[in-house]
C-alpha cells in the first residue's frame, strides 16, 4: 500500500499496474467479494488516473507558456528602460538632475582618476 498521497509513482509501477488491468480484462470468471474491487470500477479509476495525467500535461503546458510571455514581456520591458536611460542621458546629459531621477549616476559625482606616479 502506497501512504504518501502527494508523490508521483514510478513510471514503471504505472504500466505494471495496467497491464494488471489489461491482464484482468480477458479473465472472465473473476469475481471479487468487494464490489469496489470490480472490474468495471477498475477500468473507472484507469480512465480517471489517465484523464489527471493528461489535465496534468497540459497544465503544465501552459504553465510553461504563461512562463516563457512573462520572460518575453520582462525582456521587452527591460529593453525599452533602457532604451528610455539612453535617451535621457542623450537628451539632459550625463551631468544632469533627471539623469539622477532615474537612477543614473552623475558624472561630475564620480571621482577623477589618480595619476600614477612610475617608478623611477
Not at 577623477?112 to 623611477?120: F, M, Q, S, T, V
Request: overall charge positive; glycine content about 2%; charged content about 30%.
Amino acid at each position: 500500500m502506497v501512504t504518501s498521497k502527494t508523490r508521483r509513482l514510478r513510471v514503471n509501477l504505472i504500466q505494471s499496474d495496467k497491464d494488471v488491468v489489461s491482464a484482468l480484462e480477458k479473465i472472465t470468471n473473476y469475481n471479487p467479494n468487494a464490489p469496489e474491487l470490480a472490474l468495471l470500477k477498475l477500468q473507472e479509476a484507469h480512465k480517471a488516473m489517465i484523464d489527471a495525467q493528461a489535465a496534468c500535461v497540459q497544465t503544465e503546458a501552459a504553465f510553461k507558456a504563461a512562463y516563457d510571455n512573462a520572460a518575453l514581456k520582462e525582456i521587452q520591458f527591460h529593453n525599452l528602460v533602457l532604451r528610455v536611460k539612453k535617451n535621457i542621458l542623450a537628451q539632459f546629459g550625463e551631468d544632469s538632475n533627471e539623469a539622477q531621477a532615474i537612477g543614473l549616476k552623475k558624472k561630475s559625482d564620480y571621482r577623477a582618476p589618480k595619476r600614477i606616479k612610475e617608478a623611477a
